[in-house]
């Protein structure tokens, strides 16, 4: 059985749209990614997941169940986007004051995260209002995920985390899925997404664009590639296979490329070559590719 | 809900110490003026030289110049009403619109937590708050009778009075619920809050001095909080409890069906 199910999900605020038949399904021991810009509706979307927004449409089944029911949010943990901690009261105090919303069953992985990502013991006596912002998110990271939760909903977790927390951060969530844990994340940064998820939905306006796993997503993604060549731009370029579509400007030249990018490499690898820029995709290459196809197939 | 409940009495204890010990302040000066100074006999001297409507006013406020109505009058006085109108729409406004407002309800209601039993902590430790905040009240006249040798108010007498004062409170609680569960923002809750008990005592005031607009008073919540009514018959008046009781519970019913149903944030 899933551990959260979507049918069909809409959500209007008036007359607008933020979520348009949305559905899709996570099971437990899934990292599942939930991709889209900033206003596309991920945080409806978790929002409706915890009860805390009523859907205008749909159905939506958190273990079977409806989320407005407390005991389902009980095997839940939620990390908000714009996090808000109660600014008198210190970081334990916090860990305290949520834990204590499940009176019975404890916060066993406490240690462990405050350890994992290097929550430092000022955090604890401080009152909230004057840590750092990156120490808050710690905080909730842990508030999220102190109790074991069989569900975790994390809405742009890393935002505030430096690399080296990053990377403990990832190994949490792989750590959490190795126990079926089920994980939704949701994120605009597609290689952190990529790092850690299985499956992604892709959501924009919301609208699913997509919901794919991550190696078809890379096989399908259009990536963009910046060349300044010493002399000119050679001739042909575009006729290389996997460029499908190529931009010249000057000795510059921009290539977007799907699939494998050998032969553009060894292409270019003959020409004398003074700058190469092969940056991370972006939503924007992503997006790129779901209009092509929509094109292709119409 | 104990764990709320701890919250909720850390969020407000300094406020609500602060607003207790001014209203048991405020009670107790009212037993040492009394005591100390020939009260009847100024305002005998100061209401020749006004108005006959605001003599009328007078009148009916204080209903007679003995001890006890002058007692009485502290509880019916506008500080001692602003005061607890105060503590009542703070802790309303702040109970949901305050706790959107600063982002923290949403994390709150995440957690395994009904809306009902979030609701309920919260109109549970405002009822047992302003309870609290009559009854140090009253406490403070008992004293300042002890202290400065006055025999105006009995026990029951103040029960009655404290009682009657909380219901008024309640009342106040209770619509700024509603307006807090349909707003976002605390400041402008309280605000709405505090301007409608403004208005009703304005309405009080108004009816109480111009003939022409007694019509009005039915239309005043302050109209069923009778100081000097319990006074007179040792009681308290079916009508103000049923009144004040009824606004509260209606001002938190409607707010309880619309906390349920609304969007967080």
Same mark, same amino acid.
């Given at each position: 059985m899933p551990v959260l199910s979507l049918e069909n999900l809409t959500k209007s605020y008036g007359r607008v749209r933020a979520l348009r038949g949305v559905s899709f399904a996570v099971e437990p021991g899934e990292v599942f990614g939930y991709l889209g810009p900033n206003g596309a509706g991920k945080t409806t979307t978790l929002r409706i997941l915890l009860g805390l927004v009523r859907p205008t449409g749909g159905r939506v089944l958190l273990f079977g169940k409806s989320p407005s029911r407390a005991e389902v949010r009980a095997r839940t943990g939620y990390l908000p986007g714009e996090l808000a901690l109660y600014g008198?009261?210190?970081?334990?105090?916090?860990?305290?004051?949520?834990?204590?919303?499940r009176p019975g069953r404890p916060a066993p992985l406490r240690p462990a995260l405050i350890e994992a990502l290097g929550v430092e013991r000022p955090a604890f006596t401080r009152r909230a209002k004057f840590l750092s912002h990156g120490t808050r998110q710690k905080l909730g990271l842990i508030i999220a995920m102190q109790h074991d939760p069989e569900l975790l909903l994390l809405?742009?977790?890393?935002?505030?985390?430096?690399?080296?927390?990053?990377?403990?951060?990832?190994?949490?969530?792989?750590?959490?899925?190795?126990?079926?844990?089920?994980v939704v994340f949701s994120s605009h940064v597609l290689s952190e997404v990529e790092a850690v998820c299985g499956r992604v939905a892709i959501l924009r306006e919301g609208e699913l664009v997509a919901v794919e796993a991550i190696e078809s997503l890379r096989e399908r993604m259009v990536r963009r590639l910046r060349v300044r060549f010493r002399n000119s731009v050679?001739?042909?370029?575009?006729?290389?296979?996997?460029?499908?579509?190529?931009?010249?400007?000057g000795k510059n030249a921009t290539l977007w490329i799907r699939g494998d990018v050998n032969p553009v490499v060894r292409r270019i690898a003959r020409e004398e070559v003074e700058r190469f820029v092969f940056p991370e995709p972006e939503l924007e290459d992503i997006f790129l590719t779901y209009y092509k196809r929509e094109a292709e197939s119409r | 809900m104990t764990n709320l409940l701890k919250r909720l009495f850390f969020?407000?204890? @300094?406020?609500?110490?602060?607003?207790?010990?001014?209203l048991a302040g405020f009670e107790f000066l009212i037993c040492a003026v009394v005591s100390t100074i020939d009260v009847p006999g100024l305002l005998a001297e100061l209401l020749n030289n006004v108005p006959p409507a605001v003599r009328e006013f007078v009148r009916q406020s204080f209903g007679g110049f003995s001890a006890a109505d002058l007692l009485a009058f502290g509880w019916n006085h506008p500080i001692a009403l602003a005061i607890g109108a105060g503590a009542a729409v703070v802790m309303a406004a702040r109970a949901v619109s305050g706790e959107v407002e600063n982002g923290a309800l949403e994390l709150v209601l995440s957690q395994p937590i009904s809306r009902r039993r979030y609701f309920a902590g919260q109109v549970v430790f405002?009822?047992?708050?302003?309870? @609290? @905040?009559?009854?140090?009240?009253?406490?403070?006249?008992?004293?300042g009778q002890r202290v400065y040798g006055l025999r105006a108010l009995d026990g029951r007498t103040l029960v009655l009075l404290a009682l009657n004062y909380c219901l008024l409170q309640l009342a106040w609680y209770g619509l700024t619920l509603l307006f807090s569960v349909l707003g976002r923002e605390a400041g402008r809750v309280a605000f709405a809050g505090f301007l409608v008990a403004l208005l009703s005592y304005l309405v009080l005031v108004i009816a109480q001095l111009w003939r022409n607009a007694a019509f009005l008073l039915p239309w005043s919540v302050n109209n069923y909080y009778s100081p000097r009514e319990i006074l007179a018959a040792h009681a308290l008046p079916v009508r103000s409890v049923a009144v004040l009781a009824g606004f509260a519970a209606a001002g938190t019913a409607a707010a309880f069906w619309?906390? @349920?149903?609304?969007?967080i944030p």
């Open positions: 008198n009261m210190t970081g334990e105090a916090l860990l305290d004051y949520y834990a204590g919303f809405d742009e977790p890393t935002t505030g985390f430096d690399p080296l927390v990053q990377k403990a951060f990832r190994g949490l969530i792989l750590d959490a899925a190795r126990r079926r844990r089920a050679p001739d042909g370029l575009e006729a290389t296979p996997g460029v499908t579509r190529a931009e010249v400007e | 969020r407000h204890a @300094l406020f609500l110490a602060a607003v207790t010990a001014v405002a009822v047992s708050a302003l309870s @609290l @905040l009559s009854a140090a009240g009253a406490a403070a006249t008992l004293a619309r906390f @349920l149903k609304r969007d």
